[in-house]
């Protein structure tokens, strides 16, 4: 690998929120996006299990790498389909993603701790 | 007769390499065994049966069960026929079915988690012996975790459709197998949903808990370390390992113990919970946390929920 190739950085772009931020083709892209302080990808656990930061990659299959993500969040099909978790992406090109529905898994819920209607 | 402590975790792991360096190197548990299967055994320095973790390889991250050690072996037939008697089924599992055990009990907790039942496990030995023993062994790696300590499950609560899972269990594992339930959280307009619940076996605050969820799934396994100052250390320790850390060091308001969060590689959350927070013994009263009150309980300092916290589980 070239050295120019190991220290690439390329533009991230959620699309829906007009955020962009740089990463590393060694950085996953949930970490690229916190550690510049951008917000938009919702955080969990960094380890492809929770599936909170699920993400569509609009850029194509060869902007990106993942690595194992767990079958109860993203199935073969909509891997093939570019649905994958942002914390398993690591980039090889300039992407452009949008964030897959809302966090819906609640414990306990902002300040009211359980709704009730 | 008596449930006597938390025997294992058997967690599962997308990425076995990962998972082994993470529960050997920083967590600092001891590997006892592998099989052909790829499951790889671990213990704390601490613990003397053979291990205390399960790490088996898997697409889907989370818990496959959880497994609870009784007195006697005759144990096994009494709290068979008191589960079944209380409506769920029972399995039998024969001596070996759980690695280096003896015969065992495998059924559902009402959430829908599995808890086996055992009564003999190989015993290996603490690493400082049992003569003389050091304080601490000195080849310890990463945090040093001494044991398992407790498991917290998330448990399916919908109450505009009269599910609680939650008080379900607490109702189960009280009245079946003798756990005591020392705190709970109890939400709701007449204040009368138990939300939140934590029981022992033992005389420390908690060996298992439950708090509400969507779908029932595994909130995090806890791992004991001796005070705050091993806290702070291993803090450092995780972050030298570039770890992610769910909550940093701080402390609890229920069970009063001293905690960080953290996942391992597969994003199954780990804990190293520091003191003993206070003796359970059986005729203590039991703890209450209002719902206003349920984030100090949780964070004591900030008194603030954290959304990773509360809505992300494997």
């Known amino acids: 690998m070239r050295e120019e190739d190991i220290n690439s950085k390329y533009n991230i772009t959620i699309v829906d929120t007009d955020v962009t931020f740089k990463c590393a083709r060694e950085t996953h892209l949930l970490e690229g996006m916190r550690s510049l302080g951008q917000k938009g990808i919702p955080s969990g656990c960094h380890g492809g299990g929770c599936g909170i930061c699920k993400i569509k990659i609009l850029s194509g299959r060869k902007s990106y790498i993942t690595k194992t993500m767990s079958r109860t969040h993203i199935s073969e099909e909509e891997e093939k389909k570019g649905i994958v978790l942002a914390c398993r992406v690591f980039p090889k090109g300039d992407i452009q993603l949008n964030v897959v529905g809302k966090i819906k898994r609640k414990i306990l819920s902002g300040q009211k701790i359980w709704n009730y209607s | ?314």
């Not at chain 2, 059986?282 to 209450?288: A, F, G, L, S, Y």
Request: include cysteine; hydrophobic fraction near 40%; aromatic fraction near 10%.
């Open chain 2, 1 to 314: 007769m008596s449930v006597i402590k938390i025997g294992h975790v058997n967690l599962r792991v997308l990425d076995m390499a990962a998972a082994r360096n993470h529960y050997e190197n920083i967590l600092g548990l001891i590997v006892t065994d592998e099989d052909s299967e790829g499951n790889l055994y671990l213990k704390g320095w601490d613990e003397w049966e053979k291990y205390s973790v399960i790490l088996s390889p898997s697409e889907q991250a989370g818990m496959d069960h959880i497994a609870y050690k009784v007195e006697n072996d005759s144990d096994l037939d009494s709290y068979a026929n008191t589960i079944q008697n209380y409506g769920i089924e029972v399995e039998n599992l024969d001596a070996g079915t759980l690695v280096d055990c003896g015969r065992a009990l495998r059924f559902k907790l009402p959430s829908g988690h599995i808890m086996c039942l055992y009564a003999d496990k190989t015993v290996v030995g603490k690493s400082v012996g049992n003569v003389n023993p050091a304080p601490w062994p000195l080849d310890v790696k990463g945090v040093g975790a001494h044991w398992l300590d407790h498991c917290l499950l998330v448990c399916p609560l919908d109450p505009e459709n009269q599910v609680n899972t939650i008080a379900d269990n607490v109702n189960f594992l009280s009245q079946c197998l003798g756990f005591r339930l020392t705190e709970q959280a109890l939400v709701g307009p007449d204040a009368d949903i138990q939300a939140v619940a934590f029981l022992t076996v033992t005389n420390t605050p908690h060996d298992i808990a439950f708090v509400p969820g969507p779908t029932a799934g595994f909130h995090h396994a806890s791992f004991f370390l001796s005070g705050w100052g091993d806290i702070l250390k291993a803090a450092d320790i995780m972050a030298m390992n570039k770890v992610k850390m769910d909550v940093m060091p701080t402390r609890h308001g229920i069970t009063r113990g001293e905690t960080i969060y953290f996942f391992d590689p597969s994003g199954n959350r780990n804990e190293t919970f520091a003191g003993l927070g206070y003796l359970a013994t059986p005729d203590m009263p039991v703890i209450t946390w209002t719902e206003e009150e349920i984030p100090r309980g949780i964070f004591y300092h900030s008194g603030e929920l954290n959304t990773a916290f509360t809505e992300v589980y494997t």
